[in-house]
């Protein structure tokens, strides 16, 4: 069976846990400090995702969930974007990319905005994610923020700068206009 991009429901909430967690192991091991992700736990993401209320879809390859992707309808403040819809997720397990999955995940989340321009935020370094979003039609911006705790928190890490450790700067935003060819 194809993996399946759907909405979503409450029961996915452990398994897109898992996926945030394992994604980010797998990711930033040598882009980010140890420290900060040795601050991260399984269930912490499985715990964050069941209180997270945003809109999601997950990839599911045999009722697994591979791969999640969190869009906002409206871009987040700190973007400072008005106007724009943001992805400000999109995880898929090593063992499902280079299949299509993350395309198809990206392409649902864009069908799902109301805007034509879209940002999203790559951490700095992550040269794979910047080859598929630059693949997807995102073009980078320049402009980079310092990742402190408002941005990554999300697993628990706790305030970086309080546990002395430097935090990773964010890659050029990359902006899309829906009405490409993609």
């Given at each position: 069976?194809?993996?399946?991009?759907?909405?979503?429901?409450?029961?996915?909430?452990?398994?897109?846990?898992?996926?945030h967690y394992t994604a980010w192991?797998?990711?930033?091991?040598?882009?980010?400090?140890?420290?900060?992700?040795?601050?991260?736990?399984?269930?912490?993401?499985?715990?964050?995702?069941?209180?997270?209320?945003?809109?999601?879809?997950?990839?599911?390859?045999?009722?697994?969930?591979?791969?999640?992707?969190?869009?906002?309808?409206?871009?987040?403040?700190?973007?400072?974007?008005?106007?724009?819809?943001?992805?400000?997720?999109?995880?898929?397990?090593?063992?499902?990319?280079?299949?299509?999955?993350?395309?198809?995940?990206?392409?649902?989340?864009?069908?799902?905005?109301?805007?034509?321009?879209?940002?999203?935020?790559?951490?700095?370094?992550?040269?794979?994610?910047?080859?598929?979003?630059?693949?997807?039609?995102?073009?980078?911006?320049?402009?980079?923020?310092?990742?402190?705790?408002?941005?990554?928190?999300?697993?628990?890490?706790?305030n970086a700068a309080d546990k002395?450790?430097k935090t990773p700067r964010i890659?050029?935003?990359?902006?899309?206009?829906?009405?490409?060819?993609?």
């Amino acid at each position: 069976m194809a993996v399946q991009i759907l909405s979503a429901r409450p029961e996915h909430s452990d398994g897109i846990g898992y996926v945030h967690y394992t994604a980010w192991e797998q990711t930033y091991r040598g882009l980010m400090p140890d420290g900060f992700l040795n601050g991260r736990t399984l269930e912490k993401c499985r715990a964050l995702s069941r209180a997270y209320p945003g809109p999601r879809l997950v990839a599911v390859d045999s009722r697994q969930v591979v791969g999640f992707a969190c869009y906002e309808r409206e871009a987040r403040d700190f973007t400072n974007r008005v106007g724009m819809s943001e992805v400000s997720a999109l995880y898929l397990l090593r063992s499902h990319q280079g299949q299509g999955n993350g395309r198809r995940s990206m392409e649902a989340c864009l069908a799902a905005l109301p805007h034509a321009q879209v940002i999203l935020y790559v951490l700095k370094g992550n040269g794979q994610a910047i080859g598929f979003y630059g693949h997807m039609g995102f073009c980078l911006t320049g402009r980079e923020l310092e990742a402190g705790y408002r941005l990554w928190r999300d697993c628990g890490a706790g305030n970086a700068a309080d546990k002395g450790i430097k935090t990773p700067r964010i890659s050029g935003a990359f902006n899309l206009s829906k009405r490409s060819s993609h």
